[in-house]
Nanobody
Framework: QVQLVESGGGLVQAGDSLRLSCVAS????????MGWFRQAPGKEREFVAA????????HYTESVKGRFTVSRDMAKNEVYLQMNNLKDEDTAVYYC??????????????????WGQGSQVTVAS
């Protein structure tokens, strides 16, 4: 059974940092590209970042470039989203997702195959 579990969210002040982690079953980390999405209250789920299988290629939405970094550790079966200089507009539930198109770095949530349950990030200004 495929499982993705996010952790690391919380309540922080604007300008602070957080690192989200996504633990996946071994089959996912060794076989899928990974993405991070977020959904704020009353808004649609939006793409944040993606990383290819092996981690050599990454892609970010414009609003987080230079502040967020996506990475993966194949040995630990984990994917991370380091978030620096957080802003109140970053407040959302963050989800990790797995994409069978391992090098596509896709932005559309409908293209992803598996999802975690989400982790709340709240940034207080």
């Amino acid at each position: 059974q495929v499982q993705l579990v996010e952790s690391g969210g919380g309540l922080v002040q604007a300008g602070d940092s957080l690192r989200l982690s996504c633990v996946a079953s071994e089959r996912i980390i060794s076989s899928y590209g990974m993405g991070w999405f977020r959904q704020a209250p009353g808004k649609e789920r939006e793409f944040v970042a993606a990383i290819s299988l092996g981690g050599r290629r990454t892609h970010y939405t414009e609003s987080v470039k230079g502040r967020f970094t996506v990475s993966r550790d194949m040995a630990k079966n984990e994917v991370y989203l380091q978030m620096n200089n957080l802003k109140d507009e970053d407040t959302a539930v963050y989800y990790c997702a797995a994409d069978s198109r391992v090098f596509a770095l896709r932005e559309s949530s409908s293209e992803y195959d598996y999802w975690g349950q989400g982790s709340q990030v709240t940034v207080a200004s």
